[in-house]
């Protein structure tokens, strides 16, 4: 039983040296019977394994006679290592002077390359951890320069043109000729519209670089004032177009009046801007089923299929001349607009209508 065993089994003499070894050990091992008996059990360990059992298990035995799971490395006739797990005890007479000393060893090859994948899963485990923390570091830095960045933008750029905006104000007081009042009139619409590029810059900046584009909600003003007052706003800087409301809105809207407003100026002025002059721009809201949705049609050329899945992407003009249009970004800011308000801008166009529809919940 004992030369079969499934486990290794070494019987040392007092002195030290090896007195037995079962027939399971020499398998494994690959040595001789006479290759091990009568030499120190050190002679058979690695030289990691020689060191660990001279200075730990030799003392350990001493003083307490046994101990159980301790890894050892022996080497095999060809030289490879043979990791090992050791319950050792040590026989003494009445006097205490050892006997034998009893090795029970069983293999750990699986075991020691479950603790090396364990102990790589553990360093990997840091090295992401390390990653996560700096990614994190790096994010946080980012979010900050984003911070400065558009504030440094949206400083940087309205002061000046609010100093340019009050000297035509002053100079308009004292104009001379018709001449002059055309000049302060073309300044006055010049800073108006680079204030506008200014918005949407920052909108921009904001929606792509910092947490996306701010709301002022309020769920007890009626939209319809707001919404009324883009289109008439725009019926006079078109004159001759023909812009139609459809308002159904029967309970308020728990919303940013001023972004939709925006949201609309952009939707009318593009519709405005590439619809048939000699039809009509509709312009539609209502409020049913939980839900509010605002759309605005033109007739004309249907949008480009190429074009479709671009139009709310920054920049985007499709074959717009840069004369009649500004950075790209009205649909972008729209569609960021919507997002912000938990709704979605959609747009289909065929060649009797395009129609931009947003849609968002009431709640």
């Keep these: 039983m004992i030369e079969n065993a499934p486990c290794g089994y070494i019987s040392l003499l007092p002195d030290g040296r090896i007195g037995h070894v079962n027939r399971t050990f020499l398998g494994w091992s690959g040595h001789a019977t006479g290759q091990m008996v009568g030499k120190r059990l050190s002679d058979f360990l690695t030289i990691a394994g020689r060191i660990y059992y001279e200075t730990h298990i030799a003392p350990l035995l001493r003083m307490q006679a046994a101990f159980e799971e301790v890894a050892i490395d022996a080497v095999k006739a060809d030289g490879q290592p043979l990791p090992l797990i050791a319950n050792v005890a040590e026989r003494r007479d009445r006097d205490g002077k050892p006997l034998s000393i009893r090795l029970a060893l069983i293999k750990a090859t699986d075991r020691r390359r479950y603790e090396q994948e364990l102990l790589g899963a553990r360093e990997l485990a840091k090295a992401a951890e390390k990653a996560a923390e700096e990614k994190l570091q790096r994010e946080q830095e980012a979010s900050e320069l984003r911070e400065q960045f558009i504030a440094v933008l949206g400083h940087d750029l309205r002061n000046p043109l609010a100093s340019i905006s009050a000297g035509a104000r002053l100079l308009d007081r004292t104009v001379q000729s018709e001449k002059e009042r055309q000049i302060i009139a073309m300044m006055q619409t010049t800073v108006t519209r680079m ?27 009626l939209l319809e004032p707001a919404l009324g007052g883009v289109v008439d706003e725009l019926r006079l800087a078109s004159p001759g177009r023909v812009i139609e409301t459809e308002f159904q809105l029967d309970r308020p809207v728990n919303c940013d009046p001023a972004r939709l407003a925006q949201m609309l100026s952009n939707l009318v002025g593009n519709a405005l801007m590439h619809g048939n002059s000699s039809k009509p721009v ?25 074009a479709m899945d671009k139009l709310f992407e920054p920049f985007f003009r499709g074959n717009a001349h840069a004369s009649r249009q500004g950075l790209g970004l009205g649909l972008y800011i729209s569609s960021q607009i919507a997002k912000a308000h938990g709704g979605r801008l959609t747009v289909s166009s065929t060649s009797e209508e395009t129609r931009f529809t947003f849609e968002m919940p009431l709640a």
Aim: proline letters at 4%; glycine letters at 16%.
């Design 282 to 306: 509709i312009v539609h809201a209502n409020t049913r089923e939980g839900r509010f949705e605002l759309w605005v049609s033109n007739s004309g050329q249907p949008i480009p299929a190429v």
């Design 195 to 221: 204030a506008g590029l200014i918005d949407n810059v920052l909108d921009l900046a904001r929606g792509r670089l910092g947490g996306g584009i701010g709301l002022d909600r309020d769920a007890n003003q």
